[in-house]
């Protein structure tokens, strides 16, 4: 997409998260440093809800917002849409993630690369034991490969 929805050159990444943001927060985080080393991105935080949408836009996200319209509106914009794999299981995030938020992620046309966080009702099978931190360095760098394979 290279930005053509928002008019822009840049790459847009798309941060989803809900509850504390803390994943998104991180996220925004490595994303930032990939954006001064690799390629200049349009990061954008896109929460559930505002405290979400604040820790993430604090951690260097260009803009960030909240709520159920803005995700199913402003997630189309991405090139990327990153976030737990929560966001494309309705009723997730102790119910914060709708069917509409699950149906916009699912349907937007940006790369999904997606944190596989294990929950009590989900169990994803050969994740056991590996570190958060060590999920969201592996999402950074499959951004980082695909801007590399797009160049």
């Given at each position: 997409?290279?930005?053509?929805?928002?008019?822009?050159?840049?790459?847009?990444?798309?941060v989803?998260?809900?509850?504390?943001?803390?994943?998104?927060?991180?996220?925004?985080?490595k994303?930032?440093?990939?954006?001064?080393?690799?390629?200049?991105?349009?990061?954008?935080?896109?929460?559930?809800?505002?405290?979400?949408?604040?820790?993430?836009?604090?951690a260097?996200?260009?803009?960030?917002?909240?709520?159920?319209?803005?995700?199913?509106?402003?997630?189309n914009?991405?090139?990327?849409?990153?976030?737990?794999i929560?966001?494309?299981?309705?009723n997730s995030?102790?119910?914060?993630?709708?069917?509409?938020?699950?149906?916009?992620?699912?349907?937007?046309?940006?790369?999904?690369i997606?944190?596989p966080?294990?929950?009590?009702?989900?169990?994803?099978?050969?994740?056991?034991?590996?570190?958060l931190?060590?999920m969201?360095?592996?999402?950074?760098?499959?951004?980082?490969?695909?801007?590399?394979?797009?160049?």
């Open positions: 997409m290279n930005g053509v929805l928002g008019g822009s050159a840049k790459k847009t990444v798309v989803v998260d809900g509850l504390g943001g803390g994943i998104g927060e991180e996220l925004v985080k994303l930032v440093v990939l954006s001064e080393k690799v390629e200049p991105l349009d990061i954008i935080a896109l929460a559930t809800n505002s405290t979400a949408a604040a820790r993430m836009v604090k260097g996200a260009s803009r960030g917002a909240s709520g159920e319209n803005a995700i199913k509106r402003s997630v914009l991405g090139d990327f849409i990153l976030g737990p929560g966001v494309i299981i309705a995030m102790l119910g914060e993630i709708t069917c509409g938020i699950t149906q916009a992620v699912l349907d937007a046309p940006g790369r999904r997606l944190i966080l294990q929950n009590d009702h989900i169990i994803l099978a050969g994740v056991e034991g590996v570190a931190s060590k969201i360095e592996k999402a950074v760098e499959a951004v980082e490969k695909a801007l590399k394979n797009d160049a």
